[in-house]
């Protein structure tokens, strides 16, 4: 079974949750990205990366299953809420992270 939907030239959920965990895990502990730093690696042939910015969603969905935070203004915040840029970045369990 394909990562990607066959009909569709827009990765997956699963495709771009890998690329937000691959940047992260390339970064120090506590790092953060760009949601456009995503967006632009799965940027392929007639797919340019702003049209990708559905990485806003799938960090969400992290969000809400404990693996990342989105930060603004160096706080984290609600994605659900959050207006104009954000940074994400891992969670840390059982170091009094957010």
Do not use: K
């Amino acid at each position: 079974m394909s990562a990607e939907d066959p009909g569709s030239a827009r990765p997956d959920v699963a495709v771009i949750d890998a690329a937000i965990q691959s940047l992260l895990a390339d970064r120090a502990d506590d790092a953060t990205l760009c949601p456009s730093e995503v967006a632009r690696v799965l940027e392929r042939p007639g797919v340019p990366w702003r049209s990708l910015m559905d990485v806003r969603a799938a960090a969400a969905r992290l969000v809400d299953e404990g693996q990342l935070l989105v930060m603004q203004g160096g706080q984290a915040v609600d994605p659900a809420t959050a207006r104009g840029p954000i940074r994400l970045r891992r969670r840390h369990s059982g170091r009094g992270s957010p």
